[in-house]
């Protein structure tokens, strides 16, 4: 399938101010203005078609946790929720704060990957938080990031000296934002539902802290830095007032802190176990109102698998984490655009151009001459959402009713994943 045109669809591409029923043609895995030669002819049937999801948060856990997950279960369900470019994150075993890790995931991901994928390295080595990772060595072998996901520098000075040196080789420094002495202990958010369910509560000035510890930082030595997860309304604010001060600060929000609150976990639901947290409706609603009015830029999917064993288990002694690749899109949709808070056209931008241009990927946009990155997908769809192409199924989302199937995916014109007949690798 080279050359084809994909006739009647709703095509939304932000990047390019378009919503509208139209023809997308595509020639040798790039999108083309005209009908190539010898094109074949697909008819969308008014299904619409977007830019291929940019998930610039996700585990995938290869090297050294394959019994959860591995570059191809993961792109596998990437590819099966709309995503046609993956960042992982570096907590793999061992962690990515090396050039011959570096190395050695990208022939994984060469041998492997269903839909593309980009390596983030550590902050510092092993992720411990004493020391620089060789930032620059990890910038030339390929890293579009840095952060020490999963734990967050906790000491200044070394934060400090990371946006410096991250600056000079023009990297973003991520971070997962989070002060050690008010969460280490803490396994659902602090309030109501920490109350009910006696668990240890995790209160949000933790996440606050260190979003004010970045905003400032990110003033001091005008480095950017990008806040990952965000999950506490206060957080927003700050970010909003920072941002109004020009401060080079970027945030991100998932689907679960969007669609879900603390009330989750009601049963001891590990399901509905994370981090950060499931918070109140008040940081739910600051989060939505953060995304429509631009202080978030982009909504990342922080899928991150975990075996049975990790998850069936006392609250306490659970995993952190659920994956988020599947259904990603559905979730979103249902909470942001079919709730009416949000325009289509604004969740296709948070989830393709916004995160493609944070870190400068060749992505999120049907422009002539990109490469054909997209998915086709049925808004009006019902579906129970069950198997999972993830090795793990760890998803509060498992068995409920979800809106707006991904039918489609392609990458670089080639179709990866058809919801007929799943990964066609
Ligand atoms: N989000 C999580 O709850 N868990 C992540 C780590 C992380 O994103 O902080 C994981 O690697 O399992
Ligand atoms: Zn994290
Ligand atoms: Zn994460």
């Not at 084809?4 to 023809?23: G, S, W």
């Amino acid at each position: 399938m080279k050359n084809f045109t994909i006739k009647n669809a709703r095509v939304v591409d932000p990047a390019n101010n378009v919503d509208k029923i139209a023809d997308v043609h595509v020639s040798n895995g790039k999108f083309v203005s005209q009908s190539p030669d010898g094109a074949e002819a697909i008819d969308a049937n008014g299904m619409l078609l977007i830019p291929g999801i940019v998930d610039i948060h996700a585990h995938l856990r290869e090297p050294g946790q394959t019994s959860k997950e591995t570059i191809r279960t993961g792109t596998s369900a990437a590819a099966a929720g709309g995503i046609t470019s993956v960042v992982a994150m570096p907590n793999t075993v061992p962690a990515v704060d090396n050039t011959a890790t570096v190395k050695l995931v990208d022939e994984l991901i060469k041998q492997n990957a269903v839909v593309k994928v980009y390596q983030t390295g550590c902050i510092t080595e092993g992720r411990a938080g004493q020391k620089l990772a060789p930032i620059g060595s990890l910038k030339n072998a390929g890293v579009v990031a840095i952060t020490d996901d999963g734990g967050c520098v906790q000491n200044n000075e070394l934060m400090l000296n990371a946006l410096q040196y991250a600056d000079m080789f023009g990297l973003l420094v991520m971070d997962h934002c989070q002060e050690a002495t008010l969460t280490a202990k803490g396994q659902v958010h602090e309030g109501e539902w920490s109350y009910k369910l006696g668990l240890a509560g995790w209160p949000s000035a933790g996440e606050d802290l260190i979003v004010s510890r970045d905003v400032i930082l990110s003033h001091y030595t005008g480095a950017r830095v990008h806040l990952q997860h965000l999950s506490s309304g206060y957080s927003i604010d700050i970010v909003r007032r920072a941002k109004a001060r020009g401060i080079k600060v970027s945030a991100e929000a998932t689907p679960h802190h969007i669609a879900l609150t603390a009330a989750a976990c009601d049963g001891f639901n590990t399901n509905a176990k994370m981090n950060p947290p499931l918070r109140d409706e008040s940081d739910r609603l600051s989060i939505i109102k953060g995304l429509c009015d631009g202080t978030i830029d982009v909504i990342a999917t922080d899928h991150a698998p975990h075996s049975v064993n990790d998850k069936d288990k006392e609250f306490d002694y659970a995993a952190f984490g659920i994956i988020g690749f599947e259904t990603s899109f559905s979730v979103c949709y249902e909470a942001l655009v079919k709730s009416g808070l949000m325009p289509l056209e604004k969740l296709v931008a948070l989830m393709t151009c916004n995160p493609a241009k944070l870190l400068n990927l060749d992505a999120g946009t049907l422009s002539c001459g990109a490469p054909a990155d997209f998915a086709l997908i049925d808004l009006d769809a019902e579906y129970v959402y069950e198997k999972t192409f993830s090795r793990s199924s760890n998803s509060p989302w498992l068995g409920k009713k979800l809106c707006a199937k991904v039918m489609q995916t392609f990458v670089n014109g080639r179709r990866v994943y058809t919801a007929e007949n799943g990964v066609e690798v």
